[in-house]
């Protein structure tokens, strides 16, 4: 059997599970994977700076958080606002914060640039924290899941657990594509130079500060998809959206299932979701386990998780595509 | 952080529900009126604040300022010599609180600690450097960077296991408990103490490296690490000495923050961000840019409370961005 | 016509003086190779031409415009070009991705995100091209890191000239090869270069002689002398700022 027919056949199979699950998984386990596939989508944007870009971002949450609330703030004050814009909105408000923080960051690089994004999204942590009018701080605001319309099919309860995971991996999938499609066009490959020499970039006539921004938009617009979902999701929204341990955990995943890697990171959600809800029933240290694992994976397998089932890894990364 | 020692200059909030914005726990309310900072209730306009509460918030500021001082001190000169930003030394300045604490309560002697917390630091840091650092170097600062940051949030995960997540005062000693008449009102003697006793270990720095052998070889060493290497010396073993020194001083400034800060899971992280911009603003590699900038945001942190408390943060992000956008070697930075 | 005029240029690096007003016209189509011993200020010159570094004093004029105070990549989108002293690619992509780069910066599709990039069979055609003009068809598919210092000298040469330029400026493009690898690189210069305006530093005058039409000798950031190789040889100014050395 070709390699690319085994890819088929192994990625229908891949998707025959995922369309199957709400019928083969217990209810609870569907809130899971519903919670793996949002924080694949975070992972995914995270590694497209980090993996792809060579920025690694300290504060990732921002965009997540900013998009969270924007969800949140849209279904609780603009009642009548279809769900799917809702969405856009969240989506959006994570890109136009990733621009406005990006404006600033962006020339820098290394333990600059990561720390500067972590003190925007400190400083937008403390902005949701205080500013409790809008925010409620951190008693957070519930959000009632609105329905989905959808011409032809009618109105849509989210109520219903297995319509939110249909959505969920729906927009999931539409926004993991998106990236690895962007991967492929010239302006992808504009930020992979940037990763690899953006100096060399610049003599070549490439305007790294522009690249460099378009990216981190652009992962901003992701992460702000993944936080509205997110609301969606949990019904409700505090700090926990915005706040530092998001971001680092979405460092950890993503580090942890191998930034070489296209699925690197969604191996990693995966992973760490799962670990998180199976380890936290025996313990409440889980979290140092991960980062030992992080350390572990840091040192001595630099391309995370998912270079242990890979086969062959000449250079695949680099170009993100199977040739 | 920050924060929390204006408001328990005024007796406020003495030492407990001390907690970090950025730790994720109670909200300080700085923004309800009963702080007491403008005196009456309801009367915010700054002319109504006496001279001396100007000053007094100056020196707190100053008090501060000195402590980021003391850690940022070794971060700079070890990311001045080997382009390393070591972001778990914000967890040594961490742990050195908290081996204070438990050396005080514990073994009821707080100048113990003086002595055992940066030993038992430096030594774990050392060990740090040696055993797991230094396989990085070669792969480039991105490992290096995820490395420390790896360390750092296992340090701070440990340190929650510990010692729990809620902040655990410390007491301060009895020779330097109490207040002293100051500017029309009283100050406390501790935070003098804490003044007075970095202006010392300032000073000794300075002398070490201005007028000692050793101190010469570090200073070049910042500037250019090859050349030193070229010219015979060890430089992993003077870096593995800056980097565990750096953790000693670290350690040691957790030690005198902690009785009056308190340790808390959140500290390391609200000392790693207030080194960073001091470290920004001031330039890598320099100390006397470190000094100026810690005092100037210790300074600008303190007295910008006073005016517009929810803003106090945005003061520092904004000199920092703006010396990012002006002089992005910072203040005393060389150019790369 | 002159592609690149400098203006009378001064550079100090917060008190270390470098360059003491130094003038210089390029002239299309020459070949012109600017000399000097160590520290004089080679480097310094390129890479205030290219936009890394501002004079302090003076002014760059490429093409009649002025170009002092332009970004490097802006300078580059004109067509000046640059190879570096130190090996200085795309590190983990193939040489065909390395060239591949230059070339999309060419077709102005940097920022295209419409389509796909493996898909131009422009691109690709123009990329192989160079490749192939360059000699490097049998590494095409070899990261840069893994190749031979010899071939990422060419694969240096590659990208500087991918671009199409104008004005093509070599720093020290025989650095570190062997007198045999030297002379056929120097082959490889001349025959891609042909019609092209270059402008280059070098070390080894016997690469200098053999391409330069016309010499600059630049000492302690002062032009020494300017003319051609002969010219040069029998300069007195030279001869003594030489003494000694090779």
Known sequence: ?323 | MFINFVLSAFGAMEEENVCSIYANQVDLGVEKDDVGVRGDRGRRFWMDISINIYLIQLVHGLVYGMLIFLVASGLTLVFGMMGVLNIAHAAFYMLGAYFAYTVAVYLGNFWLSFLLSPLIVAFLAILIERFLLRKTYKAGHLPELLLTFGFFYIFVELVIIIWGSNPLPVPVPALLAGDVPFMGKTYPIYRLFILGFSCVILLGMALVLMRTQIGIIIRAAVSDADMVDVLGHNVPVVFLGVFGGGAALAALAGVIAAPFLSTYPGMGMDMLLDCFVVIVIGGLGSLWGALVAALMIGALQSLGILWIPQLALVFQFLLMAVVLIARPTGLFGEKE | MVILKLDDLFKDFSGLEVLFGVSLEIIEGECHAIIGPNGAGKSTLFNIITGIYKPTRGRIFFLDKDITSWPAHKIARMGLSRSFQIINNFPRMTVFENVRNAIVSRFQRRFDWTSFLNRSKEITRESDHMVNLLGLTEVRNIPASELSYGMQRKLELALTLARDPVLILLDEPTAGLNAEETRIFVELIKQVTEGKTLVMVEHDMEVVFNLADRITVLNYGEVLATGTPNEIRENEGVKKAYLGRR
């Open chain 1, 1 to 323: 059997m070709s390699r690319y027919g085994a890819f088929q056949i192994g990625g229908g199979g891949v998707a025959a599970v995922l369309l199957l699950f709400p019928i083969i998984l217990p209810e609870i386990k569907i809130h899971l994977a519903i919670e793996i596939l949002i924080f694949a989508l975070l992972a995914v944007s995270f590694n497209l700076l980090l993996g792809y870009g060579g920025m690694l971002a300290f504060g990732h949450a921002a965009p997540f958080g900013v998009g969270a609330y924007a969800a949140a703030l849209s279904c609780n004050h603009l009642p009548g606002m279809p769900l799917l814009v809702t969405l856009l909105i969240a989506a959006l408000s994570g890109f136009v914060g990733a621009l406005f923080i990006g404006f600033f960051c962006v020339r820098l690089k290394g333990a600059y640039f990561a720390l500067i994004t972590l003190a925007f999204q400190m400083f937008l942590f403390a902005a949701a924290l205080k500013w409790r009018s809008v925010t409620r701080g951190d008693d957070g605001m519930g959000v009632v899941r609105p329905e989905l319309y959808l011409p032809g099919l009618g109105s849509i309860s989210l109520m219903n657990i297995h319509n939110l995971y249909y959505l969920t991996l729906v927009l999931v999938v539409v926004g993991i594509v998106a990236c690895y499609l962007f991967l492929r066009t010239p302006l992808g490959n504009a930020v992979m130079c940037m990763r690899e020499n953006d100096v060399r970039a610049s003599f070549l006539g490439y305007d790294v500060f522009l690249t460099k921004l378009t990216v981190f938009s652009f992962a901003g617009l992701l992460a702000g998809l993944a936080g509205g979902l997110f609301v969606l999701f949990q019904e409700f929204v505090a700090t926990t959206a915005i706040d530092v341990n998001r971001s680092f955990a979405a460092l950890l995943m993503t580090v942890i299932g191998g930034t070489g890697h296209f699925l690197g990171p969604v191996l990693g959600a995966i992973f760490y979701t799962v670990f998180q809800d199976w380890i936290s029933s025996l313990t409440k240290h889980w979290i140092l386990f991960m980062g030992i694992l992080f350390v572990i994976v840091v040192m001595y397998l630099e391309g995370g998780l998912i270079s242990l089932l890979k086969w062959e890894r000449i250079r695949v990364w680099v170009s993100g595509q199977k040739e």
